[in-house]
């Protein structure tokens, strides 16, 4: 059946949840496109054997009062501040800090920037001290060498991830500020689809004109403006007329098994999360969730989400074992080296979730390739992309895009 919207936004993860709610709110006609069966994208919450836990640790950065009272305005309750640091493993121990926030007193051996993260961090750290301290974890999570990484992924886990001093985080999980984005889309006359994806962006004389969709209810979308926060290579793919030929080089997805455990005991730890770089250890950090939100876990039990990244191939150690095997390790590994619990076997899996295509690893020297599709998508008028790589980021990215298509309201009102 076909339709008509003011704004067409595509997907409802934080970004399409944002610029939706903010056109809304600005009297446009909005119609916000999810192909999945709920809203928040990788930003969801799960819940089984009594326990709340995120679809992996969403530290939201929301950075200023206003940006605090918008979501508790949203929730209707109060945010939690969780009062400490991301921690990291330095010489067996566990510290506060990140990596790749430390520094040293003095730089003696710095470097000049060359477009990768090993040029980026050597040019504020020194070559030495990055080498020491920050490479190994940077290395484990990725799987490419600092000289092969672009300066942009280094830029964005130092400057747009840092919470020196604890963060504020929505009761029940981050699933929570989702559906309530959700809720207050819906309120302010906005309509939401899910299971509905996009199978078609047409366009004419280089603008947009509407989308087709599927799902149960398939038609067209006749609209003034679309806001794309899905991958670029998804809307390309759909362009109607066909997109130019060479926007979509191939690209590296890095795969991430999310391994959850719980046990009746008390908590491993009293951090939140912590960044493992020994080698000998499945995962590159473990979040512990109710040092997040009490609430989420109840009293005498403890539940842990192991992020373990690999290539998501055959030849990965950790990827080809199976659910029960990595969970075991992971469990293995909690006393074995690191020496956390004395007792492994007390924990049991609770849910292993596994992403082969988790994000994007782009090498130093094909960031230009990389950037092919979305300069070709904002060359189209009417289309406006909403791109950003934290919860907040994210938001913010949405509301943006929403301002440059016109209904905005005021940044910070509710």
Excluded at 398 to 413: Q, S
Aim: charged share 20%; glycine share 12%.
């Amino acid at each position: 059946m076909d339709s008509r919207s003011d704004v067409v936004v595509l997907g409802a993860g934080p970004a399409g949840l944002a610029a939706a709610l903010r056109a809304a709110r600005g009297g446009a006609r909005v119609t916000l496109l999810e192909a999945g069966p709920q809203v928040g994208g990788l930003c969801r919450t799960l819940q089984s054997h009594g326990c709340r836990y995120d679809l992996g640790g969403h530290i939201p950065f929301l950075r200023t009062a206003e940006r605090v009272d918008w979501a508790e305005h949203l929730l209707g309750q109060e945010l939690i501040w969780v009062d400490r640091p991301v921690a990291r493993l330095q010489d067996g121990r566990v510290v506060p800090g990140r990596y790749i926030d430390q520094h040293p007193d003095h730089v003696p051996d710095a470097v000049a920037p060359d477009g990768t993260a090993a040029g980026e961090l050597g040019s504020t750290v020194g070559a030495s001290f990055r080498d020491r301290v920050i490479r190994q974890y940077m290395e484990k999570v990725d799987g490419w060498p600092l000289e092969v990484i672009a300066a942009d992924r280094a830029v964005k886990l130092r400057d747009e991830q840092r919470a020196p001093d604890g963060f504020w985080f929505p009761p029940g999980g981050i699933g929570s500020l989702m559906e309530a984005m959700h809720r207050a889309v819906g309120e302010a006359g906005g309509t939401v689809r899910l299971g509905t994806p996009m199978t078609a962006l047409h366009h004419r004389g280089g603008r947009v004109t509407g989308v087709e969709v599927g799902g149960d209810d398939p038609g067209t979308i006749h609209a003034d403006a679309v806001i794309s926060a899905v991958t670029p290579g998804l809307v390309v793919r759909a362009a109607d007329p066909a997109a130019p030929e060479g926007l979509l080089p191939p690209i590296t997805m890095r795969a991430v098994a999310l391994v959850y455990l719980m046990a009746e005991r008390a908590p491993v730890s009293d951090e939140a999360w912590i960044q493992v770089n020994h080698p000998e250890v499945p995962f590159s950090r473990i979040a512990e969730f109710i040092n997040w939100d009490p609430g989420m876990v109840p009293a005498g039990r403890t539940v842990l989400c192991a992020e373990v990244y690999g290539t998501g191939g055959d030849d990965d150690p950790w990827w080809s074992l199976d659910d029960a095997a990595l969970a075991r390790a992971v469990a293995d590994a909690m006393a074995h080296p690191l020496g956390w619990v004395d007792a492994p076997s007390a924990f049991r899996m609770l849910k292993v979730v596994r992403m082969p295509r988790a994000y994007p690893l782009v090498e130093a020297w094909r960031v230009g390739e990389a950037m092919r599709a979305p300069t070709w998508l904002a060359s189209l008028d009417g289309l406006e992309l909403a791109r950003g790589g934290t919860v907040v980021t994210a938001i913010e990215a949405g509301e943006a895009a929403a301002d440059r298509a016109g209904g905005a309201v005021p940044a910070g009102v509710a």
